[in-house]
């Protein structure tokens, strides 16, 4: 069964408002997502040994084979995107209760939290993804991966939330400044309470 592009929760138009127009949207989904759905439907169709096994399965089986990284990088790719289009409101930017809470416990405050995400997202050189996890010790904790990797892969956590940091995904709202894309995204797109409904 071939994997496929999920719908957006919401209309191309309906962040634009909150600082995400509706050409990154549909260039971002309709195309970067499609084309790694696309590929990995590729791979899967001439690798026997991937077939029939899920999308987790593939981006933990593949992870770290330097053979099988167009793979894993197409199947991350997949899987972290199915993840960020959920981690995006039109109606962001607010943390609820029992979040705000956990920040406070784990990470000191809820600035210290937006400052550490922020080093994180600026500091992936390159393409990539700054994640915000509940680790296996049950805290919760700021991670970045390169490129398509995750925490799945790495088994650094749950994902509560996800910032794409690759450049398609902020150069047409932002063109090169990433750091006010990675603030934007924290005060008025990430969805807190999708993140706490993870917890
Ligand atoms: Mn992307």
Redesign the pocket.
Known sequence: MAFELPPLPYSTSALASAGMCQETLEL?HGK??QAYVTALNGFVEKNPELQGKSLEEIVKSTYNKADMAPVFNNAG?HWN?IL?WQHLSPTGGKIPGKLEKKIKEDLGSVDAFKEAFKAAAIGQFGSGWAWLVLAPDGKLKITKTPNGSNPLATGEGEVLLAL?V?E??YYLDFRNRRPDYITNFLEKLANYEFAESRL
Request: hydrophobic share 20%; glycine share 0%.
């Open positions: 971002h970067h997502h790719q995107h960020f794409d690759w398609h995904s």
